[in-house]
Nanobody, 124 residues
Framework: VQLQASGGGPVQAGDSLRLSCAASVRTFSHYYMGWLRQAPGKERDFVAAISWGGITTNYADSVKGRFTISRDNAKNTVYLQMNSLRPEDTAVYYC??????????????????WGQGTQVTVSS
């Protein structure tokens, strides 16, 4: 499975961005998909995840109400719509695919495949 993330860039506080992650795999719908991020000098943190068919979503408290994760299984793509961006959202954003969903989609070790990351920089 190869994942290619895109859509990051520099924005102002309050702006919106949509990240995309395209997967090169036949069985995209067999994977739970997630977005995680890593700010400079910090550990990688969970942002959002979406179930195989897109019915169930999970969000970090820090992004609830501002970010929306979605997927299009016909296009093998997962999205992260980010609204009302804040300087503290500045990070490298990674998309990831989980086959087992264990121990939890909020944890790094649940994910089997990772994209290369896309930088999001929010200035005040």
């Amino acid at each position: 499975v190869q994942l290619q993330a895109s859509g990051g860039g520099p924005v102002q506080a309050g702006d919106s961005l949509r990240l995309s992650c395209a997967a090169s795999v036949r069985t995209f719908s067999h994977y739970y998909m997630g977005w995680l991020r890593q700010a400079p000098g910090k550990e990688r943190d969970f942002v959002a995840a979406i179930s195989w068919g897109g019915i169930t979503t999970n969000y970090a408290d820090s992004v609830k109400g501002r970010f929306t994760i979605s997927r299009d299984n016909a296009k093998n793509t997962v999205y992260l719509q980010m609204n009302s961006l804040r300087p503290e959202d500045t990070a490298v954003y990674y998309c990831a695919a989980s086959g087992s969903v264990r121990p939890s989609v909020t944890e790094d070790r649940a994910y089997d495949y990772w994209g290369q990351g896309t930088q999001v920089t929010v200035s005040s």
